[in-house]
Nanobody, 125 residues
Framework: QVQLVESGGGLVQAGSSLTLSCAASGRTFSDFPMGWFRQAPGKEREFVGWISRFGLSTYYADSVSGRFTISRDNAKNTVYLQMNSLKSEDTAVYYC??????????????????WGQGTQVTVSS
């Protein structure tokens, strides 16, 4: 079993930056590639990005590529989402998730095995 807890969300102005953290406990953190997702009210959960087990590879949705950066520190059992140049359309609940598959990039929410509770990010102008 893996437990995930997101933190760092809040209310920010458009154009600003925010960093989210996801702390893991339970099974060995480095066993799992990690993903970030977001869900706005009334919309489906959307893939944001993915990072491999040791942080050597990342993959991002087109909507955030160039603005968001995923990193991880396995010694701290933590994955991060650095968000820059935030836009109002980035407003959503942000979730981190762990996936058991280690062979390919995984962007489908249904493929992820463990989820955090989410943290709210609100971008206003």
């Amino acid at each position: 079993q893996v437990q995930l807890v997101e933190s760092g969300g809040g209310l920010v102005q458009a154009g600003s930056s925010l960093t989210l953290s996801c702390a893991a406990s339970g099974r060995t953190f480095s066993d799992f590639p990690m993903g970030w997702f977001r869900q706005a009210p009334g919309k489906e959960r959307e893939f944001v990005g993915w990072i491999s087990r040791f942080g050597l590879s990342t993959y991002y949705a087109d909507s955030v590529s160039g603005r968001f950066t995923i990193s991880r520190d396995n010694a701290k059992n933590t994955v991060y989402l650095q968000m820059n140049s935030l836009k109002s359309e980035d407003t959503a609940v942000y979730y981190c998730a762990a996936v058991r598959s280690i062979r390919t990039v995984v962007s489908a929410p249904m493929k992820y095995d463990y989820w955090g509770q989410g943290t709210q990010v609100t971008v206003s102008s």
